[in-house]
T-cell receptor, first 115, second 113 residues
Framework: AQKITQTQPGMFVQEKEAVTLDCTYD???????LFWYKQPSSGEMIFLIY??????QNATEGRYSLNFQKARKSANLVISASQLGDSAMYFC????????????FGKGTRLHILP | DAGVTQSPTHLIKTRGQQVTLRCSPI?????VSWYQQVLGQGPQFIFQ???????GRGNFPDRFSARQFPNYSSELNVNALLLGDSALYLC????????????FGDGTRLSIL
């Protein structure tokens, strides 16, 4: 069965510092996708970054990068130069490529950026 | 371009009632998925529809049902509401089904009294 584990329920980071949010996953599928979403207190889920299991390069989107270590089944999100607006809940998620596959979300990490 | 739109934004119902939630995907997206997010938890998958066919179902009772229309919009129906159905219901759309990312709407917050 597929599983996503986020071991950091909450983090406090000083503004302008880099932050790494941990995510490990478990799947027996050879083909899968990994995602990170941001959920501010208003509730909407904002897609941040995507990594395919066969992608050779780590995904990057602006200040977001995904540290993908396939052998360790790890997909950590790195936010560079954190901003106050980065304070939110962050979810790691995974999805396989089979017909009945569904997106599995982790329990999330609440990130607090301190001024 | 408009993102995923959901209606209503908030809803209050009582136990035993029925509710219908609506979702319009991003233009050109053919896949719609529904998720339930209970306070303090990550979203839980309920349904996925692609080209008007159900393509996946999560571990939810038969009180939950959904459908997708020819214009790719979707409805989620929940019958015989229970207190535990109180949650944020999120709709997501994607170009296809598979490993591509999905884009979420702002959700419908359902409260059961």
């Amino acid at each position: 069965a597929q599983k996503i584990t986020q071991t950091q329920p909450g983090m406090f980071v000083q503004e302008k510092e880099a932050v790494t949010l941990d995510c490990t996953y478990d799947t027996s599928d050879p083909s899968y996708g990994l995602f990170w979403y941001k959920q501010p207190s208003s509730g909407e889920m904002i897609f941040l970054i995507y990594q395919g299991s066969y992608d050779q390069q780590n995904a990057t989107e602006g200040r977001y990068s995904l540290n993908f270590q396939k052998a360790r089944k790890s997909a950590n999100l790195v936010i560079s130069a954190s901003q106050l607006g980065d304070s939110a809940m962050y979810f790691c998620a995974m999805r396989g490529k089979n017909r009945d596959d569904k997106i599995i979300f982790g329990k999330g990490t609440r990130l607090h950026i301190l001024p | 371009d408009a993102g995923v739109t959901q209606s209503p934004t908030h809803l209050i119902k009582t136990r035993g009632q029925q509710v219908t939630l609506r979702c319009s995907p991003i233009s050109g997206h053919k896949s719609v998925s529904w998720y339930q997010q209970v306070l303090g938890q990550g979203p839980q998958f309920i349904f996925q529809y692609y080209e008007k066919e159900e393509r996946g179902r999560g571990n939810f009772p038969d009180r939950f049902s959904a459908r997708q229309f020819p214009n790719y919009s979707s409805e989620l129906n929940v019958n015989a509401l229970l207190l535990g159905d109180s949650a944020l219901y999120l709709c997501a759309s994607g170009l296809e089904w598979g490993v591509q990312p999905q884009h979420f709407g702002d959700g419908t917050r359902l409260s059961i009294l």
